[in-house]
């Protein structure tokens, strides 16, 4: 079992930022495309960004674009997500994942480890 730890969620006004990490011990990190879902109250689950192996190649929901950026590294085993001008509707339990085969998806259902979650709540 894969256990990914994510940090950095919170309380943060209209038009600030955050950055996300998520960190695991696995060695194996490097092997594993890795995304970032986000769930509000009320609302399914929702694809935010994603990222290949290598750090090379990323996706992101369209709200999200020019916003937010998904990086990774392999060294330190920890997959980022920051996050810049972030509007109330950004409010969510943050989750990353960890997809085993293939390439990069933003299907929830295509990762098979996921992280326990931080809230990210934008409010003035």
């Known amino acids: 079992q894969v256990q990914l730890v994510e940090a950095g969620g919170g309380l943060v006004q209209p038009r600030g930022s955050l950055r996300l990490s998520c960190a695991t011990s696995?060695?194996?990190?490097?092997?594993?495309?890795m995304g970032w879902f986000r769930q509000a109250p009320g609302k399914e689950r929702e694809f935010v960004a994603t990222i290949s192996r290598d750090g090379d190649t990323t996706s992101y929901l369209d709200s999200v674009k020019g916003r937010f950026t998904c990086s990774r590294d392999n060294v330190k085993n920890t997959v980022y997500l920051q996050m810049n001008s972030l509007k109330p509707e950004d409010t969510a339990v943050y989750y990353c994942?960890?997809?085993?085969?293939?390439?990069?998806?933003?299907?929830?259902?295509?990762?098979?480890?996921w992280g326990q979650g931080t809230q990210v709540t934008v409010s003035s």
């Open positions: 994942a960890a997809k085993v085969l293939g390439g990069i998806s933003i299907r929830y259902s295509a990762y098979t480890y």
């Open positions: 696995e060695r194996t990190f490097r092997s594993y495309v």
